[in-house]
């Protein structure tokens, strides 16, 4: 199934994002806890796309598992910033030979010393190229507090539309911690009207090692009510994960309740945290 029509539908949904592992001995481990998380049943999965490709043969394998073994829509992600067409052209030929229908569209960052490939500069050439190569479903990502390499919040949302116009069919945000900052970004991006379904991407945030590395990455902001549960159980693994987890299921709750029904939780491959929340969300879920 496309996942469009998933999102179409007038209810609640829940997905989850999980990673191939960067070498083979790892795979089983991630297929492992990739299968523990498809069996919450889900409405679709994500799977990434290391950069430069590096993962691509273990994101094919695992997207296809999840569609043809544990009969969970997947979600594959491609990135495009150091790709050529040929590599491109090569991967979703993967895609349909192994079932997949759905594709998430990335430039993707570029390597650290190394330089793009010259053939796509923006996602906007990779969406209008997936959508010449085959009948898929194409999505996109977005940015509730503006791409970091933008110039402003207008100029973000100009290039956003523009990956629209070229057949980008849903989006996914970045992770956010206050609600309101999508709530306003919604309301932009409308108002310029990108009409598509968005797809709220949380995190929740188990770790003081995550908090780091999501400030230095993306200089999300973090609301003082968040700051104080670090302060408070950053040094208590366990407080620290569970306090991350009701964080997290309360900001869905918020979502649903304001009109956001779709959901995407970014689990970084662990099988408990995507059952918490779930576990959380049954009754608002039905």
Avoid: W
């Avoid at 481990?29 to 409405?43: G, K, M, N, Y």
């Avoid at 709750?253 to 662990?270: E, F, P, Q, S």
Wanted: with cysteine.
């Amino acid at each position: 199934m496309k996942i469009i029509e998933i999102l179409k539908q007038d209810r609640p949904t829940l997905s989850f994002e999980v990673f191939p592992p960067k070498t083979s001995n790892a795979y089983e481990s991630v297929a492992h806890a990739t299968q523990e998380i498809a069996a919450l049943r889900p409405d679709f999965m994500s799977v990434t796309y290391g950069a430069g490709g590096g993962t691509s043969e273990h994101t094919v394998g695992i997207a296809a598992d999840l569609h043809q073994t544990y009969g969970v829509e997947s979600l594959a992600h491609l990135t495009c910033v150091s790709s050529t067409k040929e590599h491109v052209a090569n991967m979703l030929g993967k895609f349909q030979a192994r079932g997949i229908q759905n594709v998430l569209a990335l430039r993707g960052d570029i390597p650290e010393g190394g330089t793009p490939a010259t053939d796509y500069h923006y996602a906007c050439e990779l969406v209008r190229d997936i959508k010449k190569m085959g009948d898929f479903c194409v999505g996109g990502a977005c940015y509730p507090e503006g791409h970091v390499e933008a110039a402003n919040k207008t100029e973000d949302i100009r290039h956003l539309k523009e990956k629209v116009d070229a057949g980008c069919e849903f989006l996914t945000t970045q992770m956010f911690f206050d609600n309101n900052i999508l709530y306003n970004f919604l309301y932009r991006i409308r108002e310029q009207g990108i009409t598509v379904p968005v797809v709220a991407g949380i995190m929740p945030v188990t770790n003081v090692k995550q908090i780091k590395r999501i400030t230095t990455m993306s200089g999300t902001y973090l609301p003082q009510r968040f700051k104080a549960i670090v302060d408070r159980f950053g040094d208590n693994p366990d407080a620290m994960k569970q306090a991350g987890v009701i964080y997290a299921t309360e900001q869905i709750i918020d979502l649903i309740a304001n009109g956001v029904n779709h959901v995407h939780i970014y689990t970084m491959n662990k099988p408990e945290i995507a059952a918490g929340i779930q576990a959380s969300l049954s009754e608002i879920l039905k």
